[in-house]
Each structure stands twice: as C-alpha cells, then as structure tokens.
C-alpha cells in the first residue's frame, strides 16, 4: 500500500463548530506532516510529527490541534475556525531525507 | 528570511523542451525537490537532489548546483498532461520540513 488516505474529502463547517481530519498511511513512514493550501499557492507546512512526536509547529493559531495516535494515523482538530482558514489541508508521509507522499486533501470551507 | 524564487508561468507545445529554474536562499539546505500537482489534486513527488549534477527519471531531470544555489527541473517530449504546476522545494534540515517555491504554471499547448 503506497498511498495516504484523507478524510473527510470536503468539509463546511461554521465558526462555532469542533472537527476533525483524518489521515493514514501503511507504509511504516516515520514522519508525517500537515500542509495548508490557499488557492494557486503553494503548500505551507503547519505540523511536523517524527516517530509519534510533534517535532515541528510552524506558529499555527491553537484553533489547530494536530494529534499522532500511533505511526499509522494523524489528525487535524479543528475549533472555532475563521473564514479565512478555508483552504485544501493536505497530510503527507516520509520515510527517508526525499520524497514526501501526499494525500489527496481535505477541501475546508469556514463559513 | 527564507525564499525560493521559480518562474511564475511557462508555455510550450508539445514535442517541446522545457526548463524551469530555481534559486533559492535558506538558512539550512539538504536537498532540492520537484513536485508536480494538477488542478484539484495532491503534490506528486518527481525528483530529488542532495548533491551537486543531474539526476535523470525518464522524461524529466533535475538539476543542482550547491554553489549557486540553483536547480533546474528539465521536462522533454512534452505532453498536454504534463500542464500542470511544478514546485520547487527545499529540505532546510534532514528528513523534515519542505519549503515551498511560489510553484510556475506549466500550459502546453497543441
């Protein structure tokens, strides 16, 4: 299995609301990561999780709560989101110092 | 500060050559990626260099000088699928975080 799964693959949800995103991956990386991408931007780093552990925090609001059950899965817990924190969160996997595997996002509308 | 800097847009017929460059200036390097990502999709991985020469896969190959902290992703034979946008990305530290270039829209055309 080579691929990152993500769900859900679009979500709306209002200001007031709590969510979460999904991701999982089998092929025993050890690092996986959260992504935001506004349109026709680049993908912005958010979260870095190295052997279960939070390794990188790029200064992301606390209305984002990243978790690491096991090596396999990662979720995004979302509260109190703004309008403009819709954008595609994209979850992704390594195992070496090269290649990074996307998954195919999640599509967030704040309303 | 942090930056890669890659060319905004680029067009080409297909059959045609094209090079997209990129330069780029961070406080750590580890190695220069190239990814691809078509409209509504994720980020595909297509190349990778940690040292200096050209690393060749198939139709594309990449290329880094460490020197001049500038690489090249060169895309032959093009095809109308390859329209999509490329990005350049750093590794500043080992096995972790990639920082994006502003990625450069790729149109071929017929």
């Known amino acids: 299995d080579t691929e990152v799964t993500q769900t859900p693959k679009h979500l709306v949800m209002g200001m007031t609301n709590k969510k979460s995103l999904k991701c999982e991956q089998h092929m025993g990386h050890r690092a996986m990561y959260w992504y935001k991408q506004k349109a026709k931007k680049p993908p912005e780093l958010m979260f870095v999780y190295s052997y279960e552990k939070l390794s990188i925090n790029e200064s992301v609001p606390s209305r984002f709560s990243p978790e690491c059950p096991n090596s396999s899965l990662l979720n995004l817990h979302l509260h109190a989101l703004q309008p403009e924190d819709s954008a595609l969160y994209l979850c992704?996997?390594?195992?070496?110092?090269?290649?990074?595997?996307f998954g195919p996002g999640t599509r967030l509308t704040v309303l | 500060g942090q930056s890669l800097e890659q060319p905004s847009e680029v067009t080409a017929v297909e059959g045609a050559i094209v090079q997209i460059n990129c330069t780029y200036q961070?406080?750590?390097?580890?190695?220069l990626s190239w990814y691809q990502q078509h409209d509504g999709g994720a980020p595909t991985f297509l190349s990778y260099n940690a040292l200096d020469g050209l690393e060749e896969t198939g139709r594309f190959s990449s290329f880094l000088s460490r020197s001049d902290s500038y690489g090249y992703l060169l895309l032959q034979e093009l095809q109308m699928k390859d329209s999509a946008s490329y990005f350049c990305a750093v590794s500043s530290q080992a096995g972790t975080a990639l920082i994006f270039g502003k990625g450069t829209t790729l149109s071929v055309s017929s």
């Open positions: 992704a996997s390594s195992q070496g110092d090269n290649e990074q595997f």
């Open positions: 961070t406080s750590g390097f580890y190695g």
